[in-house]
């Protein structure tokens, strides 16, 4: 059974910084597709930033240059360092996994594309 359990939310100022991390378990960690997904109040959920078994990442136009998504597989670890956060980046954020990802990289950010999720963790910034 595939579990994720993220930690790391909490209240920060606007320009601050967090690190999200996701504690992964049940499954071949190292050769997945691992994602950071956010959903605000009465918001679709969206996609922040994946990451697949090579190392390679995409992210969002909205996150771009402040946040980095990063993988331990020795700790079946995964982390969202989060930089410059504005107000406007609050949300509740969850970790998200697939067998791998799709050869295709646009749909690395796709809520369809991932099928193990954790229960989320929830960012609030201040302005």
């Known amino acids: 059974q595939v579990r994720l359990a993220e930690s790391g939310g909490g209240t920060v100022q606007d320009g601050g910084s967090l690190r999200l991390s996701c504690a992964a378990s049940?499954?071949?960690?190292?050769?997945?597709?691992m994602a950071w997904f956010r959903q605000a109040p009465g918001k679709e959920r969206e996609g922040v930033a994946a990451?697949?078994?090579?190392?390679?990442?995409t992210y969002a136009d909205s996150v771009k240059g402040r946040f980095t998504i990063s993988k331990d597989n020795a700790k079946n670890a995964l982390y969202l360092q989060m930089n410059s956060l504005k107000p406007e980046d609050t949300a509740m954020y969850y970790c998200?996994?697939?067998?791998?990802?799709?050869?295709?990289?646009?749909?690395?950010?796709?809520?369809?594309?991932?099928?193990?999720w954790g229960q989320g963790t929830q960012v609030t910034v201040s302005s």
């Open positions: 998200a996994a697939n067998s791998r990802c799709s050869t295709w990289r646009a749909t690395w950010l796709w809520r369809s594309s991932f099928g193990y």
């Open positions: 049940g499954y071949g960690f190292s050769s997945t597709c």
């Open positions: 990451i697949d078994s090579h190392g390679s990442t």
